[in-house]
Every structure is written in C-alpha cells, then in structure tokens.
C-alpha cells in the first residue's frame, strides 16, 4: 500500500468514525429513531457505506452487530413471566374465527395468544420446521422471575 493509498484509507476510516459519533450523538439527545435498528446496525450501514470491513480490518470473523428482533429489555421480561403448560385440550385454534390478542416473533418462533372462554393460550411454531405447532395454556402470570413455578 502507498503513502497516498494509506492516508485515504485513515482519511476514509476518520469520517466513518465522525459520521458513526454523529448517530451516537444523536441517540443520546433522543433525536434518532431506532425503531427499525439498533445502534449497532447503524454503524456497520454506515461502516459497509464507507467500504469499512471491521471483521476484515481486526481479523475477526465474528463481529456483526445487535439486530433489532433480538432486542430484549430484561425488566419487561421479569415483569410480564409467564408460566405456561402444555394443553390438554382439543382447541383447533388454527381454525379458530379469532383474532390473536398478541403475536410475537423470536429469532427462531413464531407465537401466537388467544382468549378463550376466559383462559388464555399461546400457539408457538418453530420457523423453518415441518412439526406442527404447540398449543399452551398459560398457568400464571408471575411477577418475579425466580418465583416457584409450582406455588
């Protein structure tokens, strides 16, 4: 690599650093919406825009950033546990007139809640599986996470 070559290369990496401090910037005052992204994917868009491989650059191969599905705010998942057991019913909800009162998607599960006749039941599927689907009725709500699940 030539002088000239390095100093575009340090010149290049520079701005990308300016530009990432911007967005951070931005996410500490609240002024950058992160609804679609995470921080994180915000600077590898922006280091992929600048030609910046950080893998390529340290040597890695593991460095990729938070994607935005995988976030999980750990007090809203203590607050909300739930215990569920598998259902010892007939329900055909895949047939159910229904609407789900909740869905969700996880990295790897597809779920759905329904209401029925007072009790609540969730439909998970694994994505990318032939298996058919789970069907739980939830056992409790509880309000810690280390709670007996037998109490």
């Known amino acids: ?8 290369k340090v010149e290049n990496m520079a701005s990308c650093m300016l530009s990432i401090l911007d967005s951070i910037k931005l996410a500490d005052n609240d002024s950058l919406d992160l609804s679609d992204e995470t921080l994180s994917e915000v ?21 990729k950033p938070v994607k935005h599905e995988a976030k999980v705010v750990v007090s809203d998942f203590v607050k909300n546990y739930e215990v569920w057991e598998p259902c010892s019913t007939n329900i055909q909800i895949l047939t159910f007139d229904k609407e789900p ?3 969700k998607n996880s990295l790897d599960t597809y779920e759905e ?12 599927h694994k994505i ?12 409790k709500l509880s309000r810690k996470f280390n709670q007996d699940i037998n109490e």
Not at 114 to 122: A, C, F, K, L, Q
């Open 1 to 8: 690599m030539t002088k000239k070559q390095l100093e575009e």
């Open 113 to 124: 809640k329904y209401v029925i006749d007072g009790e609540t039941y969730r439909l998970s």
């Open 128 to 139: 990318d599986s032939n298996n058919p689907p789970t069907i739980e009725k939830l056992k």
């Open 101 to 103: 009162i909740e869905t």
């Open 43 to 63: 600077m590898f868009r922006k280091m992929e825009a600048y030609n910046i491989d950080l893998n390529k650059e340290l040597g890695f191969t593991h460095l």
